[in-house]
């Protein structure tokens, strides 16, 4: 019987009708491979994973191979999305004795949730060197039934290795001048000149670094910091890893030129991207980096917006093509032909040059990936007809069958969307932006905090999923309840954001500045994860610290200052070594050499002042704002900090010095421009 129906996540539910007796992770399947001396075959995938459906209508889906699977094996499903702490432990697993991973990652486990044989995806018949799926179930039966100890002493061996795996914050190592210009030469040796972005193919989208570049550069003035952010964001804008009709960005490019993407859009992609492109126009002016932050900011609420007011998780790679073939990319993709049917001989001509459609195709059977082939930042050659042009084959590709939606809300995806929303709404001018963001953090309070006031990772239809949050969860969500603080003026943001931090110091905190991935009284695994590098999200180890230092400068708290120095403290061991998997750690570093820098502005909230507080480049800086005799009970900031002469004025502190309160715009400007 399969048991997946009725479950919160869309990436189950795809195979709530598959022959395979699926269970969900939980303690009721290893009762059950305890009961029939079964192993467990354990298969973890998300939703827009191409290759997981792949795998799926090769293998999951043939009544043959299920029986096969039914007969041997307990079949366990997880979304990777909702249990990132199951992932983590057998990802960290695959990739030891394997040397790589990714998904669908598929592992078999005894009983008692070990691991002792590792994949990704198998196909059907060998191929490439792989076994084929059929072969691999015969041959992990086969050890199961005929080779039992062998079995348990390697299961029982992987486990003994990840439990000696702990690190330490590595106190008393903060990372400072020297660490941080380490890490920027580390930077400049992995730096793609040529083509923007770091390393080879496939290419990711470097935000987290481009972060820290950007804070160095208004730190230090290092012009070459700048240089690579903005090359690098210019060059992803300008390829077709960027969606040139709707915006928004894929999740990677399978080449260095960033020309054809991975097709699946990811929530946390764009709302790093756009924050992203936000702070580069902060510190540029660039028209690219305006539209593209506000091009994403609009991709990501009309299209991954819930109708509970929260973000979806994704949109799938693949979609149905004119044939009815379900193909990746199909909805994204042009050929000169469609070109012509939709824009006309002359204009179709325009299109093909401007957006680098060719007859042999840039992408699979003729068909390219739309990207701008003029070399930098120069205006369009005819605004008016690249306008039209854009809006006729956006209107033909809307009539397209879309991507699937995965609308799963999940908590830490969404505190990023809300800290981009909210500041590229201030930035520009667009407070319906701030509503959306607004409206995000509303829903996270209301469904994922409720009543128990422990955050739960993941929710659907307004219905709360039953899966703990995690480290990155409580961080991520207290990130935007802090940026939303600092743009509204709420003071209920900063306070929301400091409950869930104290929850953090509580239950997420080890020895010595120690992170974990998971609460002290979360579900048991073979071992707790603690993972201080960015994947494609920042460590929740170092977003935790750079929300419990930005709380510490919003109250005063030492306990939240000293949290966060500890948990840098692993930033200074790394950061020289592999600066590319540890920027936000470096960003938040920079913060701390900075001060930061702690603003007031007692005065109208969405005022001249206010808006130049939240447009400085002091690298972490907050900025707490608004008026009344009651403005300091919210924010510690404002606290017997007055109008100056009636006017308002902005108060600015750093390393707990106070520089003389200035009613003055450019004066602020100029204390905040690093």
């Not at 991709?299 to 991954?304: G, P």
């Not at 200052?561 to 600066?579: H, W």
């Amino acid at each position: 019987m399969n048991r997946l129906a009725g479950v919160t996540s869309p990436y189950l539910l795809q195979h709530a009708d598959n022959p395979v007796d699926w269970w969900p992770w939980g303690p009721e399947a290893f009762e059950e491979a305890r009961r029939r001396d079964v192993p467990v075959l354990l298969s973890v995938g998300y939703a827009a994973c191409h290759w997981c459906h792949v795998m799926a209508h090769e293998s999951f889906e043939d009544p043959a191979v299920a029986d096969h699977l039914n007969a041997h094996f307990v079949a366990v499903k997880v979304d990777r999305e909702e249990r990132p702490d199951v992932d983590a432990v057998y990802m960290e697993a695959v990739q030891a004795a394997t040397g790589q991973g990714g998904w669908p990652m598929t592992v078999f486990l005894t009983p008692d949730a070990e691991p002792f044989y590792f994949g990704t995806y198998f196909p059907p018949e060998p191929r490439h060197g792989m076994p084929s799926f059929p072969q691999v179930l015969d041959g992990v039966a086969a050890a199961w039934t005929d080779r039992r100890e062998e079995v348990a002493e390697v299961a029982g061996r992987i486990v003994r290795d990840l439990a000696s795996r702990s690190l330490t914050g590595g106190a008393g190592s903060l990372p400072g001048e020297q660490e941080l210009a380490q890490a920027l030469l580390g930077l400049t040796r992995d730096y793609d000149e040529k083509h923007g972005g770091f390393g080879g193919a496939p290419k990711f989208p470097p935000s987290m670094v481009i972060e820290f570049l950007l804070r160095h550069h208004a730190r230090t003035g290092a012009e070459g910091a700048l240089q690579m952010a903005a090359d690098s964001c210019a060059a992803m804008a300008h390829g077709g890893i960027y969606d040139q009709l709707g915006g928004g960005f894929a999740r990677y490019a399978v080449d260095r030129e960033w020309v054809v993407p991975h097709f699946e859009k990811m929530l946390y992609d764009n709302a790093l991207l756009c924050r992203v492109y936000a702070h580069l126009w902060r510190a540029t002016g660039s028209d690219l980096a305006r539209r593209v932050a506000l091009e994403t900011a609009d991709f990501m609420v009309r299209e991954l917006r819930t109708a509970e007011g929260g973000f979806a998780s994704a949109l799938d790679a693949d979609s149905e093509d004119a044939q009815g073939r379900h193909v990746e990319g199909a909805f994204y993709v042009w050929t000169p032909a469609q070109l012509r049917e939709v824009l006309g001989e002359e204009d179709a001509a325009f299109a093909a040059a401007y957006f680098g459609v060719t007859e042999e195709g840039t992408f699979e059977e003729g068909a390219s990936v739309l990207r701008l082939v003029r070399e930098g930042e120069a205006e369009d050659p005819d605004p008016e007809r690249v306008a039209g042009v854009r809006a006729r084959l956006l209107a033909a590709r809307e009539l397209r069958a879309r991507p699937e939606r995965d609308d799963k809300i999940v908590a830490a995806w969404n505190g990023l969307a809300i800290a981009a929303l909210a500041e590229t709404g201030a930035y520009f001018g667009r407070p319906d932006l701030v509503e959306r963001a607004t409206e995000a953090a509303d829903l996270l309070v209301r469904v994922h905090m409720g009543d128990v006031a422990r955050l739960c990772r993941t929710s659907r239809d307004g219905r709360a999923g039953d899966n703990s949050g995690v480290l990155e969860d409580y961080a991520d969500v207290a990130e935007g309840f802090l940026a939303l603080a600092s743009v509204t003026g709420e003071g209920a943001w900063l306070e929301f954001a400091g409950f869930l931090l104290d929850i953090v110091l509580e239950h997420f905190s080890g020895e010595d500045g120690r992170l974990f991935d998971t609460a002290d009284d979360a579900e048991q695994l073979i071992r707790r994860p603690q993972d201080p590098t960015d994947n494609a999200t920042p460590a929740g180890w170092t977003a935790a610290a750079g929300a419990l230092l930005s709380y510490a400068a919003h109250t005063g708290s030492e306990a939240h200052r000293t949290a966060a120095e500890g948990a840098l403290g692993i930033v200074g061991a790394l950061g020289p070594k592999a600066p590319r998997f540890v920027g936000w750690g470096l960003a938040v570093a920079e913060a701390l050499l900075d001060g930061p820098r702690e603003v007031a502005v007692a005065g109208p909230v969405a005022g001249e002042l206010h808006r130049t507080a939240l447009l400085g480049r002091a690298p972490g800086a907050v900025v707490a704002a608004g008026e009344g005799p009651d403005a300091g009970a919210e924010f510690p900031l404002l606290a017997d900090r007055p109008p100056v002469g009636g006017a308002p004025a902005a108060y600015v502190c750093r390393h707990f010095v106070c520089d003389t309160p200035t009613t003055d715009a450019e004066e602020l400007a100029a204390k905040l421009g690093g």
